[in-house]
């Protein structure tokens, strides 16, 4: 059941029974005057009934606490040992002697009520603007990366993967059905369900032999169950039967012959399981290290003349998803959360062509190298780089806007230039019998013909060419860009002081509400500093 906390301060808060308990700077005072009031309850009113059960724990009191845990990389158990006993979150949360009780299935009960929408992640932004506003913190530049969150599977080979999908499967059989257990367990080549069982198999030859036998099984076990009305309904079987087509492909014998079942060389499929306890989990791969998990996103002002930065967003991917792909989404939250910049600085995983236009249109200015080229000086300034379209004289036609080649490297004009108005790709020609006596003609991007040379790009691959031209070349630009790096310091701040690093979830949900607690606990240590260093702006907060 809703039910708001009271306004009403009790004379039997320890700091009104021991008014010196804890000197008044103590950030405990500040976050009880300063953040403990914007916790809006009626905003969490939707995940409680209304009427009936027993009344919720205090909002503010609860949330304050999964902040703290943020604060202090606290677990469930942790946050209720500690909550008994310390006094500056007594305080913090108005919390009257005696009453300094959670239990840790609480905590974690609120927890999952806000893994199913957006409303931690509005609690995030409304107290983001806040803390934003009340330090004069400019959101103007920001500054993004991305980190890997490692989960909690572990990395599982074939042969790890093929034992713990076909274990998976028959330990719920044999919970629901335990008659049809006991039958099909005769038929496979080894007991999956005996307690001790190893997911590795270090010798080669005998995880090959053990790979085959395992598809074996599982082939026997989905033609066995595919026609069940209630087993082929199971989660379990159905992840068998798609890790069994990634993994292994059939082929049919003639009548009176065996099926044969081959190990493809390389799993295929749009999304290959990696572990049939969670089939959205991904493996990447990272200089030699392989992750598992996720990646996160972080966001954070980054203005020069900002006393205090604040991260203004949080995002979570799977582990081998592009950064590129998540730069609309974070742009997208920015936006809808009144925290737009005017220019966003990245690293070359988030710049491209397509994404500085992307952006351009979104009204943000995205600054950084761009991605798939090398970024190397040596390599761009020596004499035999590979020519691009940035290397091409460009105009733009006053009338139709459109770009226009002027002249190739070689000061060759083009014979006529079109553009396709569905791809948007514009040809150039230019007369083959110069290119071919041309001595950039080893280096430059122009097919040569008999008939007609021709240079083919899009507005996107000439924007990212111009950008990388433009950061290989301006000292200036690329100076400014430095102010990126400092996105490397935050994420070091979320992963070291507030545990990021490693998902304490196995659902991708929970995983990102780690992250939004852990931004929202890292604001709240930089807002108390600020305070304390500097005093706070009107207006008021509340
Ligand atoms: S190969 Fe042709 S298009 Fe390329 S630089 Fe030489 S003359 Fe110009």
């Known amino acids: 059941m809703f039910r708001k906390t009271s306004s009403q301060s009790s004379i039997f808060e320890i700091n009104k029974m021991f008014p010196k308990v804890l000197p008044k700077e103590d950030w405990c005072y500040i976050y009880r005057d300063k953040i403990y009031p914007l916790i809006d309850e009626d905003k969490f009113r939707h995940l409680f009934e209304e009427e009936g059960g027993a009344p919720n724990k205090s909002i503010k009191m609860v949330i304050s606490i999964l902040i703290f845990m943020g604060l202090e990389k606290f677990t469930w158990r942790g946050a209720e040992f500690q909550f008994g006993r310390r006094v500056d979150w007594w305080i913090a949360t108005h919390t009257v002697m005696g009453e300094a009780q959670i239990d840790h299935t609480t905590l974690f009960k609120f927890y999952q009520r806000l893994e199913h929408d957006d409303t931690a992640r509005n609690l995030f932004q409304e107290l983001t603007v806040k803390f934003a506003e009340a330090c004069g913190t400019s959101l103007k530049k920001q500054r993004t990366d991305s980190f890997f969150i490692h989960g909690w599977l572990k990395i599982l080979s074939r042969y790890g993967l093929l034992q713990e999908t076909i274990r998976v499967f028959l330990q719920s059989l044999r919970k629901q059905k335990p008659g049809l257990y006991d039958n099909i367990k005769q038929e496979l080549s080894r007991e999956y369900l005996e307690k001790e069982f190893d997911l590795t198999e270090k010798d080669r030859e005998k995880a090959q032999r053990q790979i085959k036998l395992m598809a074996k099984d599982m082939h026997l076990l989905i033609k066995a169950f595919t026609d069940h009305h209630q087993v082929k309904h199971y989660r379990s079987f159905k992840t068998l039967i798609t890790v069994f087509s990634q993994q292994c492909k059939v082929v049919e014998g003639k009548e ?245 690093r490693k998902s304490r979830h196995r659902v991708d949900s929970r995983t990102e509400l780690q992250l939004i607690f852990a931004a929202i606990a890292c604001n709240v240590k930089r807002f108390i500093r600020h305070g304390v260093k500097y005093g706070y702006l009107e207006p008021k907060l509340v």
């Open 256 to 500: 009176s012959e065996e099926a044969e079942i081959i190990i493809r060389e390389k799993p295929e499929g749009k999304d290959i399981i990696s572990s049939p306890h969670n089939t959205k989990v991904r493996y990447a791969k990272k200089r030699n290290r392989k992750v598992v998990g996720d990646r996160g996103f972080a966001t954070e002002t980054c203005d020069k003349s900002n006393k205090t930065q604040f991260i203004t967003d949080t995002g979570l991917t799977p582990a081998n998803a592009p950064d590129v792909k998540e730069l609309p989404k974070i742009q997208n939250r920015l936006e809808e959360s009144n925290m737009k910049p005017d220019t966003q600085y990245t690293d070359a995983g988030f710049v491209n062509g397509a994404t500085i236009l992307d952006s351009q249109e979104n009204g943000i200015s995205l600054e950084g190298p761009s991605s798939g080229r090398s970024q190397s000086f040596e390599a761009f300034n020596s004499e035999d780089r590979p020519l691009d379209i940035a290397d091409f004289n460009f105009s733009i036609d006053e009338n139709t806007k459109e770009l226009v080649v002027d002249s190739c490297p070689d000061n060759q004009k083009p014979t006529d230039q079109s553009r396709n108005e569905k791809t948007g790709v514009i040809l150039v020609h230019f007369d083959p019998l110069i290119c071919s006596e041309c001595s950039f003609k080893e280096r430059c991007p122009a097919k040569i013909g008999k008939r007609v040379s021709t240079v083919t790009f899009n507005k996107a691959s000439y924007t990212g060419a111009i950008r990388h031209h433009k950061y290989m070349g301006d000292k200036e630009y690329r100076k400014e860009c430095g102010i990126r790096a400092g996105a490397e310091a935050m994420v070091s701040e979320l992963v070291r002081a507030h545990g990021v």
